[in-house]
């Protein structure tokens, strides 16, 4: 059909046409039977679809009927079941509840009734309990633990609903109302409460206690009155009670999770707290366990003299000794009771010692140091430290080993068995009593290996000196530092990776070991005595007494009350734990496999911690010590550097000024002289100016050899010039002095010369910032001044200096390369061939970031002695060895 | 546009209304032999007559229109039953002869062609319900199945209506058409 058509259709069926096309339209259809035909068909598909559409909407309507239908009546059937539910629940709860009620009020009415109350005129409570296990407090705060099965009736476990019948008389008035005396027998007791508890079941038959089970009661008291007994009442003829079958108390331990109970020293949380370190537990107990070993083991530095600055005589590289070159600036502290004092060579290999014993004076010894330190080597990096005590008559030391080692850098040495008597000894009085020990001297020993090639060796003497009549002890503790040990010369037994167990070769007696403590603190010890709020307070006690064996009293002693084993601890001479006795706190129930298994565990938890712990240990102390090392060679490599650029200059520098002088005389040198000694300085007495020319012929090999003396810095150049002939014009040197301010600002600095004309350079010699040296006229200098910090390198560059004295204020900070480049490039700016630079600028850089290594250490030491006296608690009464003077900057 | 969404509105509101009875024209329906099933069927072409019926411009209501839909169904279900041979003794009662019995004949045609066009494509359907049952414009058409613009969519109903009427003109309808169109 066409579409023009049938778009005619459409619009007169939706009537839009005009008047006139409708009419015209309908005309056409009056006489076109096939158009009438199209139309119809067209309004029947109209209509059709009109229909669809129609039924579409009922269609959904349904949908809509349905689903809601189908949710009113879901929910319908939940409301109805659930109301229905309640409706009998709560009935027959109600019914229960009235008839239950209503038997309880008769069963206390009928109890009261008979005056069924064992104390007389005090009212009492009634508990209904059903047959679970239950916890009731009591008006006054007595709590009564009532397990299941605590009751007997006839004789067997009774577990169904029952009532407590429960009364106390707890202050006097209640006392005397109930007509209660405090006698037990002939004997007045100090009560802190009377008590009276019944148990009925619901019909009225009184209920035995079961002894097995028993009912747990917990009265609250002001204090914990020691003694204090369970008194069982016997009611007499005459109607008193009398106490008898006195029982000891005992408190059930409060139990709780092994993650919310402190077993860390007291104020070791709150310590870290205020540093602001780490909070996880992880990292707390990993930081606790790391002290395992310190007690002995001190890292630090230690300070002589409280109050002093640090003295960073070890572990600042600036001050390190050189035992080659400076051993004359060590000084011993100046403090009065110190010296200095120079041991003989015991062999080859030990060059020189510099032994300081501070602190030893007093009356007792004869000498007003009274401690002789000397060193013996074994080879192997192994030495004795020998220890010779010299006591005035009357005083006395003990054969008891209470002389000991302490502050020993363990990182560094590790001591070989224990503190040995070289001599044995005899018999002594002791305030009239024999005892072992010595008199006048005792010489003790202590065997140590190092590590690596060290150039101290510091430690804390301690002992203990008897007065004969009053047996008063006396202890004394000397800091002694053995300096200028090269080591270095022995074979280093490091190197072979023969760390031997340091940890474990100490014996740690007299602290709490963390790993002891750290191995139960697990959630496997829950349930135990050990995880209960009581321990919790033991334990703070426990490191007060920093005896070992007080904590394995606990630990092995799972299954005893925990008061048997404070009395146990009471016995071990801990009066403090009587406290805690008094307490009376029971135990935690446990079956014997399951504790045996515990204490296996507990066992194989410390050695295997500590196992770990050392592993992790020398792991770190190889790394530093490979430091050490390396830092160590680059300084002996720097030293010989030195040397040979110094005798490298005084070559050069001779030759020149002989050139020089040669230059002067023409081409063929013919001047000479003798010089009759090795003096440095040339006696112009001995060289009369008048007789030189005459007497003397001046040959090459002598003006050679004026070139060389004059080189030496000793030399006098007026001197000089006065013995050479007139004629010549003796090479002139002036003296030159930097003189560096803020020289504090860096760990090191250093002035450098390089000499145009010669291929060498020299280092001045100097300290604290002032630098001394002399230049040779003839030659031009650059000067380079470097400063090395922590936090990099500072430059100052100067061309053509000549003496006199120079102030540098300021150095410019230069990043690496630019410091690497810039002393390259004044060093190149000479001649062809100039002395290469770079191993001296390698050593540089090394020093550099050995500052950070060193603070870092430092750091970590000053963070440890922070720590370490409140980990161990005895060590920080001992005094001066762990007083130690926080780390400041190092001016 | 207002006027025909009011007017499904009130269709609607209608409809809502009347479904609700369904329990009870359920109920009828099976007292009359009628499977749970087809009375929904019933039950749902009676609502469209209903409706339908509404629209004629000549029709008054004289009872209650669940009446009415009642008996719409109570005679639907006699013609479907007796052409499914079903013949069972009802006798007609008076309420029957309210159906205009001409339209009635002329409705169950539209319904055959009706059911022809569900063999239409979907959106062949929907266009054309959109178009003659709702009386929506092409532009909204457009949009709402998914063609470019109101041309497009123009060009598309002719070819829907083409195929309907090739549906409508097919042998098997013809018949009936034949007697519809015998009739003017």
Same mark, same amino acid.
């Given at each position: 059909?066409?579409?023009?058509?049938?778009?005619?259709?459409?619009?007169?069926?939706? @009537?839009?046409?005009?008047?006139?096309?409708?009419?015209?339209?309908?005309?056409?259809?009056?006489?076109?039977?096939?158009?009438?035909?199209?139309?119809?068909?067209?309004?029947?598909?109209?209509?059709?679809?009109?229909?669809?559409?129609?039924?579409?909407?009922?269609?959904?309507?349904?949908?809509?009927?349905?689903?809601?239908?189908?949710?009113?009546?879901?929910?319908?059937?939940?409301?109805?079941?659930?109301?229905?539910?309640?409706?009998?629940?709560?009935?027959?709860?109600?019914?229960?509840?009235?008839?239950?009620?209503?038997?309880?009020?008769?069963?206390?009415?009928?109890?009261?009734?008979?005056?069924?109350?064992?104390?007389?005129?005090?009212?009492?409570?009634?508990?209904?309990?059903?047959?679970?296990?239950?916890?009731?407090?009591?008006?006054?705060?007595?709590?009564?633990?009532?397990?299941?099965? %605590?009751?007997?009736?006839?004789?067997?476990?009774?577990?169904?609903?029952?009532?407590?019948?429960?009364?106390?008389?707890?202050?006097?008035?209640?006392?005397?109302?109930?007509?209660?005396?405090?006698?037990?027998?002939?004997?007045?007791?100090?009560?802190?409460?009377?008590?009276?508890?019944?148990?009925?079941?619901?019909?009225?038959?009184?209920?035995?206690?079961?002894?097995?089970?028993?009912?747990?009661?917990?009265?609250?008291?002001?204090?914990?009155?020691?003694?204090?007994?369970?008194?069982?009442?016997?009611?007499?003829?005459?109607?008193?009670?009398?106490?008898?079958?006195?029982?000891?108390?005992?408190?059930?331990?409060?139990? %709780?999770?092994?993650?919310?109970?402190?077993?860390?020293?007291?104020?070791?949380?709150?310590?870290?707290?205020?540093?602001?370190?780490?909070?996880?537990?992880?990292?707390?107990?990993?930081?606790?366990?790391?002290?395992?070993d310190e007690p002995e083991d001190v890292i630090?530095?230690?300070?002589?003299? %409280?109050?002093?600055?640090?003295?960073?005589?070890?572990?600042?590289?600036?001050?390190?000794?050189?035992?080659?070159?400076?051993?004359?600036?060590?000084?011993?502290?100046?403090?009065?009771?110190?010296?200095?004092?120079?041991?003989?060579?015991?062999?080859?290999?030990?060059?020189?010692?510099?032994?300081?014993?501070?602190?030893?004076?007093?009356?007792?010894?004869?000498?007003?140091?009274?401690? &002789?330190p000397?060193v013996t080597?074994i080879?192997n990096n192994q030495f004795y430290v020998l220890l010779?005590?010299?006591?005035?008559?009357?005083?006395?030391?003990?054969?008891?080993k209470?002389q000991k080692l302490v502050g020993i850098d363990l990182n560094r040495f590790r001591l070989i068995g224990g503190l040995e008597e +070289?001599?044995?000894?005899?018999?002594?009085?002791?305030?009239?009593?024999?005892?072992?020990?010595?008199?006048?001297?005792?010489?003790f020993r202590q065997k140590v290996e190092a590590y690596?090639?060290q150039?101290?060796f510091g430690f804390n003497f301690l002992?203990?000196?008897?007065?004969?009549?009053?047996?008063?002890?006396?202890?004394?503790?000397?800091?002694v530092?053995l300096?200028?040990?090269?080591?270095?010369?022995?074979?280093?037994a490091y190197?072979?990776?023969t760390i031997s167990d340091s940890i474990s070769g100490i014996e740690t007696k007299e602290?709490?070991?963390?790993? %002891?403590?750290?191995?139960?603190?697990?959630?496997? =010890?829950?349930?135990?005595?050990? /995880?209960?709020?009581?321990?919790?307070?033991?334990?703070?006690? +426990?490191?007060?007494?920093?005896?070992?064996?007080?904590?394995?009293?606990?630990?092995?002693?799972?299954?005893?009350?925990?008061?048997?084993?404070?009395?146990?601890?009471?016995?071990?001479?801990?009066?403090?734990?009587?406290?805690?006795?008094?307490?009376?706190?029971?135990?935690?129930?446990?079956?014997? *496999?399951?504790?045996? @298994?515990?204490?296996?565990?507990?066992?194989?938890?410390?050695?295997?911690?500590?196992?770990?712990?050392k592993?992790?240990r020398?792991?770190?102390r190889?790394?530093?010590?490979?430091?050490?090392?390396?830092?160590?060679?680059?300084?002996?490599?720097?030293?010989?550097?030195?040397?040979?650029?110094?005798?490298?200059?005084?070559?050069?520098?001779?030759?020149?000024?002989? #050139? /020089?002088?040669?230059?002067?005389?023409?081409?063929?040198?013919?001047?000479?002289?003798?010089?009759?000694?090795?003096?440095?300085?040339?006696?112009?007495?001995?060289?009369?100016?008048?007789?030189?020319?005459?007497?003397?012929?001046?040959?090459?090999?002598?003006?050679?050899?004026?070139?060389?003396?004059?080189?030496?810095?000793?030399?006098?150049?007026?001197?000089? $010039?006065?013995?050479?002939?007139?004629?010549?014009?003796?090479?002139?040197?002036?003296?030159?002095?930097?003189?560096?301010? @803020? &020289?504090?600002?860096?760990?090191?600095?250093?002035?450098?010369?390089?000499?145009?004309?010669?291929?060498?350079?020299?280092?001045?010699?100097?300290?604290?910032?002032? =630098? $001394?040296?002399?230049?040779?006229?003839?030659?031009?200098?650059?000067?380079?001044?470097?400063?090395?910090?922590?936090?990099?390198?500072?430059?100052?560059?100067?061309?053509?200096?000549?003496?006199?004295?120079?102030?540098? &204020?300021?150095?410019?900070?230069?990043?690496?390369?630019?410091?690497?480049?810039?002393?390259?490039?004044?060093?190149? @700016?000479?001649?062809?061939? *100039?002395?290469?630079?770079?191993?001296?600028?390698?050593?540089?850089?090394?020093?550099?970031?050995?500052?950070?290594?060193?603070?870092?250490?430092?750091?970590?030491?000053?963070?440890?002695?922070?720590?370490? *006296?409140?980990?161990?608690?005895?060590?920080?009464?001992?005094?001066?060895v762990?007083?130690?003077?926080?780390?400041?900057?190092?001016? | 546009?207002?006027?025909?969404?009011?007017?499904?509105?009130?269709?609607?509101?209608?409809?809502?209304?009347?479904?609700?009875?369904?329990?009870?024209?359920?109920?009828?329906?099976?007292?009359?032999?009628?499977?749970?099933?087809?009375?929904?069927?019933?039950?749902?072409?009676?609502?469209?007559?209903? +409706?339908?019926?509404?629209?004629?411009?000549?029709?008054?209501?004289?009872? #209650?229109?669940?009446?009415?839909?009642?008996?719409?169904?109570?005679?639907?279900?006699?013609?479907?039953?007796?052409?499914?041979?079903?013949?069972?003794?009802?006798?007609?009662?008076?309420?029957?002869?309210?159906?205009?019995?001409?339209?009635?004949?002329?409705?169950?045609?539209?319904?055959?062609?009706?059911?022809?066009?569900?063999?239409?494509?979907?959106?062949?359907?929907?266009?054309?319900?959109?178009?003659?049952?709702?009386?929506?414009?092409?532009?909204?058409?457009?949009?709402?199945?998914?063609?470019?613009?109101?041309?497009?969519?123009?060009?598309?109903?002719?070819?829907?209506?083409?195929?309907?009427?090739?549906?409508?003109?097919?042998?098997?309808?013809?018949?009936?058409?034949?007697?519809?169109?015998?009739?003017?």
């Amino acid at each position: 059909m066409n579409p023009e058509i049938t778009q005619l259709i459409e619009r007169y069926l939706l @009537n839009e046409l005009s008047q006139a096309e409708r009419q015209s339209f309908e005309l056409q259809l009056a006489e076109n039977d096939q158009l009438l035909q199209e139309l119809i068909l067209h309004k029947q598909v109209h209509e059709a679809a009109k229909r669809a559409a129609q039924r579409d909407l009922v269609q959904q309507t349904a949908k809509r009927y349905h689903f809601r239908k189908n949710v009113v009546t879901s929910s319908i059937v939940v409301l109805v079941v659930a109301t229905v539910t309640a409706i009998t629940l709560w009935s027959t709860n109600r019914k229960n509840d009235l008839q239950q009620e209503r038997a309880k009020q008769a069963l206390v009415s009928q109890l009261e009734a008979d005056k069924h109350t064992p104390l007389e005129n005090i009212v009492a409570e009634y508990f209904h309990l059903n047959q679970q296990d239950t916890v009731v407090l009591s008006k006054t705060g007595v709590l009564l633990s009532i397990p299941d099965g %605590a009751f007997l009736l006839n004789g067997k476990p009774y577990s169904g609903p029952k009532m407590i019948q429960w009364q106390e008389a707890i202050n006097a008035a209640d006392i005397v109302k109930a007509g209660l005396s405090t006698f037990a027998g002939e004997h007045l007791l100090e009560t802190q409460g009377m008590f009276a508890l019944q148990a009925f079941a619901p019909d009225g038959t009184k209920l035995g206690v079961n002894p097995e089970v028993g009912v747990y009661v917990q009265v609250p008291v002001d204090e914990i009155k020691e003694g204090m007994m369970l008194f069982e009442g016997k009611k007499m003829k005459n109607g008193i009670v009398d106490w008898q079958n006195p029982e000891q108390l005992t408190k059930l331990p409060q139990l %709780a999770d092994m993650k919310d109970l402190d077993f860390y020293p007291p104020g070791y949380e709150a310590k870290l707290n205020e540093l602001k370190w780490k909070t996880g537990k992880k990292e707390r107990d990993s930081l606790y366990l790391s002290f395992e070993d310190e007690p002995e083991d001190v890292i630090a530095v230690t300070v002589p003299n %409280a109050g002093r600055q640090m003295d960073v005589q070890v572990s600042f590289p600036e001050l390190i000794v050189d035992p080659l070159r400076t051993t004359s600036n060590v000084k011993a502290d100046t403090a009065e009771n110190s010296l200095q004092l120079r041991l003989n060579k015991l062999n080859d290999s030990l060059a020189l010692i510099n032994s300081v014993a501070k602190d030893f004076s007093n009356s007792v010894f004869e000498t007003h140091y009274g401690v &002789n330190p000397s060193v013996t080597l074994i080879g192997n990096n192994q030495f004795y430290v020998l220890l010779e005590v010299r006591l005035l008559k009357g005083y006395h030391v003990l054969s008891n080993k209470e002389q000991k080692l302490v502050g020993i850098d363990l990182n560094r040495f590790r001591l070989i068995g224990g503190l040995e008597e +070289i001599d044995s000894p005899k018999t002594v009085m002791l305030k009239g009593k024999p005892v072992l020990g010595f008199e006048k001297q005792v010489v003790f020993r202590q065997k140590v290996e190092a590590y690596l090639p060290q150039p101290t060796f510091g430690f804390n003497f301690l002992y203990s000196v008897y007065d004969d009549g009053t047996g008063e002890k006396v202890q004394y503790r000397g800091n002694v530092s053995l300096v200028g040990m090269p080591f270095e010369q022995l074979s280093s037994a490091y190197s072979k990776g023969t760390i031997s167990d340091s940890i474990s070769g100490i014996e740690t007696k007299e602290h709490i070991p963390p790993s %002891a403590v750290i191995a139960f603190w697990k959630p496997k =010890f829950n349930n135990t005595i050990l /995880a209960t709020r009581d321990f919790e307070k033991r334990m703070k006690a +426990i490191h007060a007494t920093c005896d070992k064996k007080v904590l394995e009293a606990y630990t092995d002693n799972l299954n005893k009350p925990l008061y048997k084993i404070d009395e146990q601890v009471v016995e071990m001479g801990y009066p403090e734990f009587r406290e805690f006795a008094a307490e009376r706190v029971g135990g935690v129930e446990l079956d014997n *496999p399951h504790m045996n @298994n515990l204490r296996q565990y507990y066992e194989g938890a410390v050695s295997k911690i500590r196992k770990e712990l050392k592993k992790d240990r020398d792991f770190v102390r190889r790394q530093e010590i490979a430091w050490d090392n390396r830092m160590q060679r680059l300084r002996t490599e720097e030293w010989g550097r030195t040397a040979r650029r110094q005798s490298q200059n005084s070559t050069e520098e001779a030759r020149f000024n002989y #050139e /020089a002088m040669v230059r002067q005389l023409g081409k063929k040198p013919q001047i000479g002289f003798t010089i009759f000694n090795n003096a440095p300085v040339f006696n112009c007495d001995q060289f009369a100016p008048t007789r030189y020319a005459q007497r003397v012929t001046w040959k090459g090999s002598r003006l050679r050899q004026l070139s060389k003396e004059l080189t030496k810095p000793q030399a006098l150049p007026s001197m000089a $010039s006065m013995y050479a002939p007139p004629a010549l014009k003796v090479p002139e040197y002036k003296s030159f002095s930097v003189s560096l301010k @803020n &020289n504090t600002d860096y760990g090191k600095t250093m002035v450098y010369l390089f000499p145009k004309q010669i291929k060498s350079f020299q280092r001045l010699e100097g300290s604290g910032g002032q =630098f $001394s040296g002399r230049l040779n006229k003839d030659m031009q200098y650059d000067l380079l001044v470097v400063g090395i910090a922590e936090n990099g390198f500072y430059l100052y560059e100067e061309t053509g200096v000549d003496g006199g004295q120079k102030t540098i &204020n300021h150095l410019e900070q230069v990043s690496e390369a630019e410091f690497n480049r810039r002393v390259e490039a004044m060093n190149a @700016n000479r001649l062809d061939k *100039p002395m290469a630079v770079f191993d001296e600028l390698e050593w540089l850089v090394k020093e550099q970031q050995n500052y950070k290594v060193q603070r870092l250490r430092m750091e970590k030491a000053a963070f440890r002695n922070k720590m370490r *006296p409140i980990v161990f608690q005895c060590l920080k009464e001992q005094g001066s060895v762990w007083d130690m003077v926080e780390l400041n900057s190092p001016q | 546009m207002e006027k025909i969404l009011n007017k499904t509105n009130l269709q609607e509101t209608q409809l809502k209304a009347l479904y609700k009875k369904w329990p009870e024209i359920k109920r009828f329906l099976k007292s009359l032999g009628c499977t749970k099933n087809d009375a929904e069927d019933v039950f749902q072409e009676a609502l469209v007559i209903y +409706i339908r019926k509404c629209e004629q411009p000549d029709f008054v209501l004289t009872v #209650e229109p669940f009446f009415y839909v009642r008996n719409t169904c109570k005679l639907l279900w006699y013609n479907q039953s007796r052409k499914q041979g079903k013949q069972q003794t009802y006798s007609l009662e008076t309420d029957v002869a309210q159906l205009d019995d001409d339209w009635f004949k002329k409705e169950t045609q539209i319904r055959t062609i009706e059911q022809a066009l569900t063999k239409l494509g979907e959106q062949c359907q929907e266009l054309l319900q959109l178009f003659y049952g709702l009386g929506w414009n092409m532009v909204d058409i457009a949009a709402k199945i998914g063609l470019r613009n109101d041309k497009v969519a123009k060009a598309q109903k002719y070819r829907c209506l083409q195929k309907a009427k090739e549906l409508v003109q097919s042998p098997e309808l013809q018949p009936n058409v034949e007697l519809e169109l015998q009739k003017p």
